[in-house]
């Protein structure tokens, strides 16, 4: 199971940290992402990490989103920097594990302009 949590209304140019912590699983052997869906769009992925620790992001939040782990806590982190009213949306954090997909339940980021 994950649990996500973190999210808020923040101003543009203000950062968030998203937090996802994941329950009855061998969190350090499995990638973890980040995905979001803002209203009436495609959920799309926003950011990935390996279980070696290497990353990717879309290309709408490089240089701005930085993803990390912690094993010991069994959590991933999205921290979120200069924030645009287009970061608006609900975001769900993602793994697969032995072939079972699991999706967080989601947090809300909404960025005022």
């Known amino acids: 199971q994950l649990q996500a949590s973190g999210g808020g209304l923040v101003q543009a140019g203000g950062s968030l940290r998203l937090s996802c912590t994941a329950s009855?699983?061998?969190?350090?052997?499995?990638?973890m992402s980040w995905y979001r869906q803002a209203p009436g769009k495609q959920r799309e992925l926003v950011a990935g990490i390996t279980s070696g620790g290497s990353t990717n992001y879309a290309d709408s939040v490089k240089g701005r989103f930085t993803i990390s782990r912690d094993n010991a806590k069994n959590t991933v982190y999205l921290q979120m920097n200069s924030l645009k009213p287009e970061d608006t949306a609900g975001y769900y954090c993602y793994c697969v594990t032995f072939g079972v997909a699991y999706w967080g339940q989601g947090t809300l980021v909404t960025v005022s302009s």
């Open positions: 009855r699983f061998k969190f350090s052997l499995n990638a």
